[in-house]
């Protein structure tokens, strides 16, 4: 179960678009459908954003979007706003009711 | 509204035991799975286990197994993780998930507050 593996940082300026990748194995990301993305304010607790790979919960903006290809999944976050700067995490279902989350990716608005 | 409220922060010193509480309030407490989720200062999202209220069934991370123990009790609607012989390497804060669906989803609709454990000689 070897964390999944995200780029340390991203930034874009306010309007633009960036997307965050999260590398696994054929054993999580490439096999499940079961990728969360978690959104994390410093000193406060994540916020699902997205999960089952493309799903968003009732309340995030569609600026947030998921998408998978193989053992990637991807976060593209469109029209960047001030308040999207923070940490990032991704999940995947790892089999046998065992998970697994990405290291983080700090996106910085610029 | 779905509420998880966690216990107050630890003191232990390596070698020791920490038991975390996590109150459930708001739902059908045994309908749920509930995660546990550790993140060391500075760093990143750990997962560690995962809980079945309704079966009491539980499943943990590989790096965890032998030191972790997961149980509930529905008539307080209360799920608790212990972690045993801590080292320095456990301090972090701990917080309890709650999975939206009956099963390993991932979508951890609701989380607790955090429990930071501190461990130090």
């Known amino acids: 179960q070897s964390a999944l593996t995200q780029p340390p940082s991203a930034s874009g300026s306010p309007g633009q678009s960036v997307t965050i990748s999260c590398t696994g194995t054929s054993s999580d990301i490439g096999y499940y459908n079961y990728v969360s993305w978690f959104q994390q304010h410093p000193g406060k607790a994540p916020k699902v954003m997205i999960y089952?790979?493309?799903k968003r919960p009732s309340g995030v903006p569609d600026r947030f979007s998921g998408s998978k290809s193989g053992n990637t999944a991807s976060l593209t976050v469109s029209g960047l706003q001030a308040e999207d700067e923070a940490d990032y995490y991704c999940s995947s279902y790892a089999g046998s009711n065992t998970g697994v989350f990405g290291g983080g990716t700090k996106l910085t608005v610029l | 509204q779905v509420q998880l409220v966690q216990s107050g922060a630890e003191v232990k010193k390596p070698g020791a035991s920490v038991k975390v509480s996590c109150k459930a309030s708001?739902?059908?407490?045994?309908?749920?799975?509930m995660h546990w989720v550790r993140q060391a200062p500075g760093q990143g999202l750990e997962w560690m286990g995962i809980?079945?209220?309704?079966?009491?069934?539980?499943s943990y991370a590989q790096k965890f197994q032998g030191r972790v123990t997961m149980t509930w009790e529905t008539s307080t609607t209360t799920v608790y993780m212990d972690l045993s012989s801590l080292r320095s390497e456990d301090t972090a804060v701990y917080f309890c998930a709650r999975d939206r669906f009956r099963f390993w989803s991932g979508y951890l609709d609701s989380w607790g507050q955090g429990t930071l454990v501190t461990v130090s000689s």
């Open positions: 809980i079945t209220p309704s079966g009491g069934s539980t």
């Open positions: 089952e790979v493309n």
């Open positions: 708001g739902y059908t407490f045994t309908n749920y799975y």
